[in-house]
């Protein structure tokens, strides 16, 4: 299995904050890569699929980058609904692999 | 628009078999080019990928846990479903169902399923 894994585990930040969460690959999964959502006691949510492209309905402050082995995250100006936790996926080879997760919480 | 809804015992005896199913509203189960799939999330920790099914019944499955599961599909219920055999209490889990063409788009809001005598 291809392990993902996510950097950093947690970070505190303020509103408004530019926040950046990185994903790296065991080993090159082209673009194949997903980012989810998700808050406490509550499914996840599809932001990102292919590595930069944003899910129908899903704010433009949410961007996505990288390819091969290491992708990127990127929430412009974080916002009191965003804090929640993050977790990328690749579905280049199965079966899809979920990193471990990025903590964002209030400072 | 389409949502998903998940169903079953939230609690399971150690080595009985775990059976969920998932109900698809606002929109027919054979529409479109979908994999229908299951995923869990053990209290606090990350999340598991567990297989998928086509409208064509075609499968696929996490080989670690390929030897104890089954979905299957019934879409003249609109709904899919999901069997695990001989668990333990290692599957205690929130269990999702979720819709999706290349990964997931579409989740349900998930089921705790407990594994306990």
């Known amino acids: 299995d291809i392990q993902m894994t996510q950097s950093p585990s947690s970070l505190s930040a303020s509103v408004g904050d530019r926040v950046t969460i990185t994903c790296r690959a065991s080993?090159?999964?082209?673009?194949?890569l997903a980012w989810f959502q998700q808050k406490p006691g509550k499914a996840p949510k599809s932001l990102i699929y292919?590595?930069?492209s944003l899910q129908s309905g899903v704010p433009s402050k949410f961007s996505g980058s990288g390819s091969g082995t290491d992708f990127t995250l990127t929430i412009s100006s974080l916002q009191p609904e965003d804090f929640a936790t993050y977790y990328c996926?690749?579905?280049?080879?199965?079966?899809?692999?979920f990193g471990p997760g990025t903590k964002v919480d209030i400072k | 628009q389409v949502q998903l809804q998940e169903s079953g015992p939230g609690l399971v005896k150690p080595s009985q078999t775990l059976s969920l199913t998932c109900t698809v509203s606002?929109?027919?189960?054979?529409?479109?080019?979908?994999?229908w799939s299951w995923i869990r999330q053990p209290a606090g920790k990350g999340l598991e990928w567990i297989g998928r099914i086509y409208t064509s019944g075609s499968t696929n499955y996490n080989p670690s846990l390929k030897s104890r599961v089954t979905i299957s599909v019934d879409t003249s219920k609109n709904q899919f479903s999901l069997k695990l055999s001989s668990v333990t209490a290692a599957d205690t889990a929130v269990y999702y169902c979720a819709r999706g063409m290349t990964t997931v788009t579409l989740w349900g809001q998930g089921t705790l399923v407990t594994v306990s005598s």
């Open positions: 080993q090159g999964i082209s673009n194949y």
């Open positions: 606002g929109g027919s189960i054979s529409s479109g080019s979908y994999y």
């Open positions: 292919a590595a930069s």
């Open positions: 996926q690749q579905y280049n080879s199965y079966p899809p692999t």
